[in-house]
C-alpha cells in the first residue's frame, strides 16, 4: 500500500485536572482516512485524502499495515470510525 493513514481529529476539549487548572484538550480521532504519499515521500501524506478531503490539519498515524501482515489498511482500535469513502477506493 502506498497510502498513509491519517486522522481527522475532534477539536480539542479542555479537561481539568484533580488541582482545579484547565490544561490542553484531548483530541479524539473522528474519522480514520488513507492518503496517497506526497511525490517523493513514503512517509508523508499527499494534499487530499482519497475521498477528497484536505489533509492539511489532519495528523499522519504512526501505523503501517506493511509492519502487521494480514492487518487491514487502518488501526484495529480506530475500526468503528474509518471513512467508508476512503475503504471502498482501497478495496477496489
Known sequence: MSEIVV???????????????????ERRVRRVHAAPAAPGS?????????????????????????????????PAEHASVVCPECAAVIET
Open 7 to 25: 486522522y481527522e481529529l475532534d477539536k480539542p476539549v479542555a479537561t481539568r485536572s484533580s488541582a482545579g487548572s484547565v490544561s490542553g484538550g
Open 42 to 74: 513514503r512517509t508523508v501524506a499527499g494534499p487530499r485524502t482519497l475521498c477528497g478531503k484536505d489533509t492539511f490539519a489532519m495528523e499522519t498515524a504512526r501505523w503501517e499495515p506493511s509492519e502487521q501482515p494480514g492487518a487491514p489498511w487502518y
